[in-house]
């Protein structure tokens, strides 16, 4: 016999009413409640379509608990890179400094390593964002054929 959820209900130790359990042989026929086939088919699709509905309500509340884990590692490490990068200029500054040259020429020299970096971030963005975001997507929805293999738009 398996316990499956049934209509009655008895009280719980709070005094509030929960589900209990009925048992019913397995394979034994389910209770007619003189439902037509249809009404049980639009029953049965009702409740496909709230299953569903459920596990996408899980995928999307996991889907934003990593979503913030990311964000958050995101700014963590951005400003542990920005730190380092700012140390290494210090230092670049201090090494100038002790060779004795003057403080003009070490600021000039940490700016043109910070353009310098800068300048290979946006190369390095720009690479990356050639590509349209849902390109293939949109060439789905128009129907159009993948570009050839190597060949960007």
């Known amino acids: 016999m398996a316990a499956i959820p049934g209509p009655a209900t008895q009280g719980s130790s709070a005094g509030a009413p929960r589900a209990a359990l009925r048992s019913v042989p397995i394979g034994a026929p389910a209770a007619d409640s003189g439902d037509s086939a249809l009404e049980k088919a639009w029953g ?24 913030a884990w990311l964000v958050g590692a995101g700014i963590v490490i ?8 700012m140390a290494g200029v210090t230092a670049l500054i201090a090494y100038l400094l002790a060779r004795e040259v003057s403080w003009p020429v070490a600021l000039v020299a940490a700016g043109l390593v910070n353009l310098v970096g800068a300048g290979l971030f946006a190369w390095r963005l720009k690479a990356v964002l050639a590509d349209m975001p849902f390109a293939a997507t949109l060439r789905q929805l128009k129907a159009d054929p993948p570009p050839p293999s190597g060949e960007r738009k």
């Not at 709230?50 to 996408?56: E, G, S, T």
């Not at 951005?78 to 990068?85: F, G, I, Q, R, Y």
């Open 78 to 85: 951005a400003v542990l890179v920005v730190s380092a990068w």
């Open 44 to 67: 049965r699709l009702r409740q496909l379509v709230a299953d569903y509905a459920v596990l996408a309500v899980l995928d999307v509340r996991r889907a934003a608990v990593q979503l």
